[in-house]
């Protein structure tokens, strides 16, 4: 019973620290499939640049055509950023489902060892 609280508590500390720390240092391969890598990394901070504002009705066709332009393409530029983002996103969490299965099935192991242990009389109540 003390292995599973160590274990749960294992995981408990290393659920706190962030996924980013699996992230960094891959764990070794136990026979399951690898985690996809990551998408490309979108920048921090987007970087779509807002147009100014409405040049107004008085303003030339030829400014309200650009303005308009300017529109669509900042419009353009944030959505390619969110979708660089869910990427990301959706990358994050297929790390995160493979590492819990892998921390689940190497539960499920050492609590398999266990009772064999018990059993042959080797481990103590």
């Known amino acids: 019973m003390t292995l599973i609280r160590l274990l749960l508590a294992l995981f408990a500390a ?12 891959p764990a070794p391969a136990t026979g399951t499939a690898p985690a996809a890598a990551p998408a490309a990394t979108a920048s921090t901070t987007q970087t779509c640049v807002k147009p100014g504002h ?23 530029c944030v959505k390619s950023y969110v979708a660089d983002l869910r990427a990301q996103v959706d990358a994050k969490i297929k ?6 299965e892998e921390y689940n099935t190497g539960v499920k192991d050492l609590q398999e060892e ?9 481990v103590g109540k």
């Open 95 to 100: 790390l995160a489902n493979s590492t819990i």
């Open 14 to 25: 290393l659920t706190i620290a962030g996924t980013t720390a699996f992230a960094q240092t």
């Open 114 to 122: 266990q009772k064999v242990a018990e059993m042959q009389g080797q």
């Open 54 to 76: 409405y040049p107004g009705k008085k303003a030339s066709d030829n400014r309200k055509e650009a303005w308009i332009a300017e529109i669509r393409a900042w419009g353009d």
